[in-house]
């Protein structure tokens, strides 16, 4: 129980923010039609994306004699970038279809 | 003002980039520009991260950073843009996956340095088994959508041995934690447990449901997003990560909702599996089949009033849109009104079927949705279903043993006659028989999509 005090005293900001966060989730994709559920999955795809920012810091803060942690951070990089420019490209290109529809 | 004051501010313009973009993508008009807002933030957000620091940093990593960078975006921008649109979930579902080793990685690199630390060890190892999972299963989704795994094994008791593997994972994970373990071996096992438990998860699961696999394991790779947040103290990674962890998951259970199945149903599936028996008694209500000419569906068609085309996976796999958009147009200059008649879930996703038909340009207003087009094929002469097979099965409103028994179905059997254009008499890809094609208004049109299309303007165009 102790543990549990302690996790959530140092972390009391992030906690809140997670909170609040799961509740503007749910609010942001309430009623979307389902035409879009492809488009928004692919969306929140490229999002997730932000997990590059982690990568950058550890490859960032890297110790440049040790080459294994280098050349993970080297992949983690590239893993997240793939994400994030492919993720966002990739929705682009849906959208943009849809865009495309001569209106009557 | 100081660097740190201004990437606190980069992060929170960020995140809310990432909200509105969100919001945006949920209605069609705004959905391109929320695209580009949230790509605009996640630039800022990475670019911020890079250039707005402190410490002095060795110039290799420099380099090593700014390589990974540009290969990561040559590649994924490449495969973004070339890749077939009928391939686009399994892209989704390998960009997912990306995201999710991303942070396995960072985890495993943690480890070492916050080992024994219990705090800061809880996210350490939610990140790397969240990550992992999310990585070994998008991957097993690609290879089962991409056509390179098409069984769906299914070991004895997969359901008792894959919540067994599950509880070890995350009992090895706690254990690891909480006793302060410091040896970083024991990161790799639990790395591996949790691997193998995302490729035993999703492989058992039948191909109809792998969009909600996909849409599961992407808020996955949120939430593992979100643990390296509560690890470096990140306000942009924790924002964006939870954000989609929890509209994913919502999302997840509408596109559920849209099939009429629930979340427990897919995940812990009776598909395919409970089907044994249903499929034999489909069977036995089987009859035989009729053929019909091309030559013979293009005067039925000439003559009709009404025509509604039933696009399924097929017509895309066979790159049939344009010519099918060829013939639609034909038809309706000599006076038949056409219409397309979508499934919430036609193609392999929600919605994939009118990024499909938009591309080959049909008019945004022939898309009918289900609900609006039920109603009306009591009025229709014709219904052309092109590669189309479970989202008109009958057996999802009268057989209660049918695995799709419950999923809202489009009500074709109401029309005057109904040609179904298929390969051969394989069944759909939920892998169950269809006592539409043995009734006696339906005819059975064989041959490739887009051959058969062409054939059917062809003959159109010379009467």
Not at chain 2, 98 to 116: D, K, N, Q, T, V
Not at chain 2, 120 to 140: C, N, Y
Not at chain 2, 207 to 213: K, N, T
Not at chain 2, 314 to 324: D, S, T
Request: aromatic share 8%; with cysteine.
């Amino acid at each position: 129980m102790e543990h549990i005090f302690t996790f959530f005293s140092s972390h009391q900001q992030m906690i809140f923010m997670l909170i609040l966060m799961v509740f503007v989730g749910i609010e942001v994709i309430g009623h979307v039609p389902s035409v879009l559920h492809t488009p928004l999955m692919s969306g929140a795809n490229a999002i997730h994306g932000v997990v590059i920012v982690g990568a950058i810091l550890v490859l960032l803060n890297a110790d440049v004699n040790k080459p294994l942690t280098l050349v993970f951070g080297f992949i983690a990089v590239i893993l997240g970038t793939l994400n994030v420019v492919g993720g966002f490209v990739v929705t682009d290109r849906m959208l943009e279809m849809f865009k495309k529809k001569p209106k009557k | 003002m100081n660097s740190t004051l201004l990437l606190d501010i980069i992060y929170l313009v960020a995140s809310v980039t990432f909200i509105l973009g969100l919001k945006m993508l949920s209605k069609p008009e705004s959905a391109r520009n929320g695209n580009l807002i949230a790509a605009a933030g996640m630039t800022a957000a990475i670019l911020g991260t890079i250039f707005l620091r402190n410490n002095q940093i060795p110039s290799i990593i420099y380099i090593l950073l700014f390589a990974a960078i540009a290969i990561g975006t040559i590649i994924g921008w490449m495969t973004a843009k070339k890749v077939k649109m009928t391939a686009m979930p399994q892209l989704v579902s390998i960009f997912n996956g990306m995201g999710g080793g991303c942070a396995a990685l960072i985890s495993l690199m943690e480890f070492p340095e916050h080992a024994g630390h219990m705090k800061l060890m809880i996210t350490v190892m939610a990140g790397l088994v969240i990550g992992s999972v999310s990585f070994s299963g998008s991957v097993v989704a690609f290879l089962k959508l991409n056509g390179n795994l098409n069984s769906n094994p299914r070991i004895p008791f997969y359901n008792v041995i894959n919540a067994l593997i599950l509880v070890a994972t995350l009992g090895f994970a706690a254990y690891i934690s909480f006793a302060g373990v410091k040896d970083m071996n024991m990161g790799v096992i639990a790395l591996a447990m949790a691997l193998l438990y995302g490729v035993m998860f999703v492989l058992p699961i039948g191909g109809a449901d792998m969009p909600v696999v996909i849409s599961l394991l992407n808020s996955f790779t949120g939430l593992a997003a979100a643990a390296g947040g509560f690890l470096y103290h990140n306000e942009v990674m924790l924002t964006g990560g939870i954000l989609v962890g929890s509209a994913g998951t919502l999302l997840t259970v509408a596109m559920c909702e849209g099939m009429n199945r629930s979340l427990f149903s897919v995940v812990f599936g009776a598909f395919g599996a409970g089907s044994a028996a249903a499929a034999a008694g489909t069977s036995a209500t089987g009859g035989t089949i009729k053929d019909i000419s091309v030559a013979d569906t293009a005067v039925l068609m000439n003559y009709a009033k009404k025509v509604v085309i039933v696009p399924g996976y097929g017509l895309a796999v066979a790159q049939a849109q344009h010519v099918m958009h060829e013939l639609e147009a034909l038809l309706e200059e000599r006076g038949v009104e056409v219409s397309y008649a979508i499934h919430p879930v036609a193609g392999r996703m929600p919605g994939h079927m009118n990024v499909l038909l938009a591309e080959s340009n049909v008019d945004y207003a022939k898309l009918k949705e289900m609900d609006d087009i039920n109603p009306q094929f009591d009025t229709t002469d014709v219904v052309l279903i092109v590669g189309a097979n479970d989202v008109v099965n009958p057996a999802a409103k009268t057989n209660p043993q049918s695995p799709i028994y419950g999923m809202p179905i489009l009500e074709v059997e109401r029309a005057k006659s109904i040609i179904v254009n298929k390969r051969s008499m394989n069944a759909g890809y939920a892998g169950i028989d269809n006592e539409l094609f043995y009734q006696p208004k339906t005819s059975m049109l064989f041959g490739d999509a887009k051959k058969v299309v062409t054939d059917l303007v062809a003959e159109l165009k010379s009467m």
